[in-house]
């Protein structure tokens, strides 16, 4: 569809929302400027039109609303409407109508908006296949596709259909599938599932089931069950009409007991729901508006009465509390070479491989100012590695026994094995058969975590259980730094669906996920929210809310926001109902005749409107940024960024001591002060001179900061101290006391500086509204 095409469409789509309110509106006009004129009998036709629109517009309203087993305030709009134009007061039923109609377009306008916009999100699924036949490719419907084809997909392609593998290897992103965010790798004979990545070369597969049968369409039709299942949600403005008419109703029929026919149009006339009608659609899609500037797409007003009583969240941990791509974490290197010369040799040799991994490596080398070599005679063998000259020396990249290592060396033991206990992947690098230095990829938790759970339980959600289908021991790991109350780890999309519908039982619950695996429990939930900048199309489907910025703390305005607009409606309609309230006192005594109590209605709706429009406010309690204070944040951002390689060589600086000669280590130690006197040292001396007096300034004094500005001064205060250490040391001799003063040294510093980093990411660098900068990487080999 071209854009001339879409915007075409956006403006039939408004029209058809707006069309009602428009023309009844104009028919009040056009009454009103007819009765100046003084044609009292052309005025009362045209409000008699716009009445009747209002009256047979209410009429099918509350048809469709008792289908739904629905009962609002539709019956008494139309009385309303009805007794008005039975008593000839057509002003009074033109108003009536122009209130009505327009109450219903704000509702329906704010769910078309959210459908637009969540559409807008959707990845395309697959919808055609690569069939090989012979030396030929050819590219087919994915419903033509039968059992026994053999499919080629491409890379970068999501797999169509279920399959086992014909190819040598290939290298999968089952994340979406699974959960486990590490790529994993599949054989010649080993299932291929449809809904899987290829984050490799083009392989190919012998097709088992056809599309319809395969996983990722079983799981979509596990969303569409999960959909039926549903418990059907009542809404306030539904529970509040209830007794709303029954009492209006009374007092209409007690006024015209005592007063005729007019007095009880009067009093229905001021009975008008119109608070109801307006009061929750304006602050709803108020909302819905302040939750889209924020990149928080709400699919309709519904959803957001129903995100401000949740007390239970499920969250998925890939993707989710995980950046859900594999980052560069650790480089761990044999004696005689640094981690930037590692990193410089495999991201050189990676210039001229077509892998995802590649493509990562060479952007954090980058991203640290190398500059690369061009390799020479470069293979690349599929599930192994990459080789090449570079500046003369044959350098590999892949598994460990392609880079020459048949055990792990003493420099890289202790890396893999902190690798296999986090659930980590490692890519050794090797230099003439040698291997030289071993890159330690994870995928690292997001900064604003653990500051949104401590949020989210201010808000009132008492419990927060993880959910997810990654391994038992990656999933106690994350629990123990983010503090959820409960872990359900190695879940499948079914055993999700039945965790969902267990703690729904108990509360109202939020379900929270990217995965195709968390579509059906999203589907199922109270609300299901997607995290939109890399969901899957069955979760974002399937979900309520989609966060499209890749930041987790905007669940918490999320739910700010529903909680705000419910409690502005709320009073709205209170307010509105108990004005209208006395209003029918009035004309039930006769003080009120109908036209007048229409305007008055009017002013009350006005009034009510108004109030609704505070949910557009913001109640964000986070600390409000200039330019200028996110410049600074982005400054030490980026600092911290730079300096995370540093961090690391003091741990690989306190592992390999005592493995050297006194003047290695030594010397070693030296390299290490050097780097902490001229890079750390002078970092923490300007974040307590510039960044932490502006923190002071958004949080009200000193205080609050007192414990990090304490920690800088143990850092510049163990830095010293660690010179005097090494100052006092001899090169020719260093007894295993000395050397056991500089590790506990080294791990000290290397322990208190990335702590203390850490709590400044999550507590003070990312106040701003600006996108937190993703972790760019990519699936391992």
Same mark, same amino acid.
């Given at each position: ?12 789509s ?48 509350? @048809? ?8 609002g ?13 039975f ?26 908006r ?16 690569? /069939?090989?036949?012979g &030396?030929?490719m ?12 053999l ?5 970068g392609?999501?797999v ?9 290897s ?16 599949r ?13 490799? %070369? ?37 529970r509040?009409?209830?007794?709303? @008419? ?6 209409a ?22 608070p ?26 519904a ?34 070479f ?35 070599? *061009? %390799? ?17 020396? *044959? ?26 206990l ?5 890519v ?6 040698e291997?030289?230095?071993? /890159? ?7 900064? &604003?975590?653990?500051?949104? *759970? ?15 289908g ?12 983010i ?16 965790? @969902? ?9 939020? *379900? ?5 695996? &968390? ?33 987790l ?29 006395v209003a ?8 009120l ?18 109030n ?17 204070d996110?410049?600074v944040t ?28 006194p ?20 970092h ?8 932490? %007096? ?7 004094g ?8 304490h ?9 010293r ?10 090169a ?37 509204d600006?996108?937190i %900068?993703?972790?760019r ?5």
């Amino acid at each position: 569809m071209s854009e001339r095409q879409r915007n075409v469409r956006d403006w039939r789509s408004k029209f058809a929302v707006f069309a009602l309110p428009i023309g009844v509106t104009a028919g009040l006009s056009v009454g009103a400027i007819i009765w100046l004129t003084g044609s009292l009998r052309g005025a009362h036709i045209a409000w008699f039109l716009a009445a009747v629109v209002g009256v047979v517009y209410s009429f099918v309203a509350m @048809v469709n609303e008792l289908r739904r087993g629905r009962f609002g305030v539709d019956p008494l709009a139309l009385l309303s409407l009805g007794g008005a134009l039975f008593v000839r007061e057509f002003l009074a039923a033109a108003i009536i109508s122009v209130m009505f109609a327009s109450g219903h377009a704000l509702d329906q306008w704010a769910s078309r908006r959210a459908r637009r916009e969540i559409a807008s999100l959707m990845v395309r699924v697959p919808k055609t296949a690569h /069939l090989l036949h012979g &030396d030929e490719m050819l590219t087919v419907d994915l419903a033509s596709v039968v059992v026994g084809d053999l499919v080629v997909v491409t890379s970068g392609e999501m797999v169509p259909v279920d399959g086992n593998m014909t190819s040598t290897s290939a290298v999968l992103d089952e994340s979406a599938l699974t959960g486990e965010s590490l790529p994993v790798e599949r054989a010649r004979g080993e299932l291929v599932r449809s809904g899987a990545l290829n984050a490799g %070369p083009p392989f190919e597969m012998r097709a088992i089931a056809s599309a319809e049968e395969s996983t990722y369409s079983g799981i979509i039709r596990l969303v569409a069950g999960a959909e039926s299942a549903s418990v059907p949600f009542v809404r306030m403005a539904d529970r509040y009409s209830q007794w709303f @008419v029954a009492v209006s109703l009374a007092l209409a029929g007690f006024a015209w007991i005592v007063g005729g026919l007019s007095r009880a149009v009067a009093v229905l006339v001021v009975a008008t729901p119109c608070p109801l009608i307006l009061a929750v659609p304006v602050a709803l899609v108020s909302g819905l508006s302040r939750s889209a500037h924020l990149g928080i797409i709400v699919k309709n007003g519904a959803v957001l009465e129903r995100l401000a009583r949740v007390s239970t969240l499920l969250i998925d941990k890939t993707g989710t509390i995980t950046r859900g791509r594999p980052v560069l974490n650790e480089i761990a290197v044999a004696a005689d070479f640094t981690s930037q010369d590692v990193l410089l040799l495999a991201a050189s040799l990676d210039q001229l491989s077509p892998h995802v991994l590649a493509r990562s490596i060479v952007q954090s080398a980058l991203g640290r100012g190398l500059e690369l070599e *061009m %390799p020479t005679l470069v293979e690349e063998e599929a599930g192994q590695g990459i080789r090449g000259r570079i500046a003369g020396q *044959m350098v590999t990249v892949g598994k460990a026994a392609w880079c020459g290592a048949r055990e792990d060396p003493t420099w890289a033991f202790s890396a893999r094995r902190r690798a296999q206990l986090d659930g980590a992947l490692t890519v050794f690098v090797g230099v003439q058969g040698e291997p030289v230095g071993v /890159l330690v990829f994870d995928d690292p938790i997001r900064p &604003d975590v653990e500051r949104t *759970m401590r949020r989210l339980r201010r808000r009132g959600i008492g419990r927060i259980a993880m959910v997810t289908g990654d391994r038992l021991e990656v999933a106690e790991t994350v629990r123990s730094i983010i503090g959820v109350d409960e872990v359900f780890a190695e879940r499948s999309p079914q055993e999700k669906l039945d965790i @969902v519908r267990d703690e729904s039982l108990r509360s109202s619950t939020m *379900m929270v996920g990217d995965g195709i695996n &968390d579509a059906p429990a999203l589907a199922l939930a109270d609300v299901g929210v997607a995290m939109g900048s890399r969901a899957a199309t069955a979760a974002s489907e399937a979900a309520d809310v989609i966060l499209t910025s890749d930041r987790l703390d905007r669940l918490d305005d999320a739910l700010a926001i529903a909680k705000k607009s419910l409690r502005v409606a709320r009073q709205s309609m209170v307010t509105g109902i108990a004005l209208s309230l006395v209003a029918m006192i009035f004309a039930l005594v006769g003080w009120l005749p109908a036209v007048w109590g229409a305007i008055l209605q009017e002013l009350i709706d006005v009034a009510v409107i108004l109030n609704s429009l505070r949910a557009l406010v913001s109640e964000n309690d986070t600390p409000h940024l200039n330019a200028k204070d996110i410049a600074v944040t982005a400054h030490f951002r980026l600092e911290h960024a730079s300096l995370r390689d540093s961090i690391e060589e003091i741990h690989n600086a306190a592992d390999s001591l005592g493995s050297m000669q006194p003047a290695e280590t030594l010397r070693a130690v030296q390299t290490i002060y050097e780097m902490l006197t001229q890079e750390i040292q002078p970092h923490e001396e300007e974040e307590e001179k510039i960044l932490y %007096p502006l923190l002071a300034r958004l949080m009200g004094g000193r205080e609050p900061l007192g414990a990090m500005s304490h920690a800088h001064r143990e850092i510049i205060h163990q830095i010293r101290r660690l010179g005097q250490v090494v100052g006092a040391l001899r090169a020719d001799h260093l007894d295993d006391a000395e050397v056991l003063e500089l590790r506990s040294l080294l791990y000290g510093l290397y322990f208190i500086v990335k702590l203390h980093t850490a709590q400044e990411d999550e507590n003070y660098l990312y106040l701003d509204d600006s996108q937190i %900068p993703g972790e760019r990487s990519a699936p391992s080999r």
